[in-house]
């Protein structure tokens, strides 16, 4: 029986990431990433798919990760404070690897459709599950959608800021998270008024 290598998911996003940035995405093959990673094919198959799951390694995690912090927050918290801190107990997995490789997989995104395609869905995998955990605090739906995507947009442009940031990072992720999401909730304040023209109006 093979051995299962210890760290092998780690270093198959390192060296996925590596390759897609040394020759581009559609390139690389499968092969290649498990020869620089120094592991089998078989390796790398029982932790993706195919290699276009790889840049989306964590997913299931952090879903799980946002879910919870929404849960666990008080009873009182308002819609977008669950968020926060599901933001907040997302971001506690990301650490110096996600950080360092951030502006990388930025790239390999950016020059691929198919990888943009995927990541795409990965945003609306998130979304769901923090919808799910909004709607199950009793948040109507439609307000639960609205702050399960900006604070999506918030984790997003967060990590962007924290893995392009100078320094160490020591603020962490959730720092950047955090205040991604209070800019968002600021600008949605200047949207203005009920559009004219809009279903209720006139009620």
Known sequence: MARWEPGA?????????????EQGYDATTV????????????????????????????????????????TE??????????????????SSAMGPVNR???????????????LQERDALKSVGLAAAMTAALVARGVPDPVAQLASELGVLAFKRGYAQWSEGEGD????????????????HSAASLLGPRPAGSIDEGR
């Open 169 to 184: 990072g020591a603020d962490g992720l959730a720092h950047y998270a955090l205040a991604a999401l209070a800019d968002l």
């Open 73 to 90: 927050s008080s009873a009182d918290a308002s819609p977008l404070d669950a968020v926060a801190a599901g933001l907040e107990r997302a």
């Open 31 to 70: 092969a290649q990433i498990a020869e620089r990673a120094g592991v089998t094919r078989s390796t790398f198959f029982r932790h993706f798919a195919d290699k276009r799951e790889v840049l989306v390694a964590g997913q299931e995690t952090l879903s799980t990760l946002l879910a919870e912090g929404i």
């Open 9 to 21: 998911r780690e270093r198959l996003v390192v060296a996925a990431v590596d390759l897609f940035t």
């Open 100 to 114: 360092e490789l951030g502006p990388r997989i930025r790239a390999a995104v950016a020059a691929s459709a198919e």
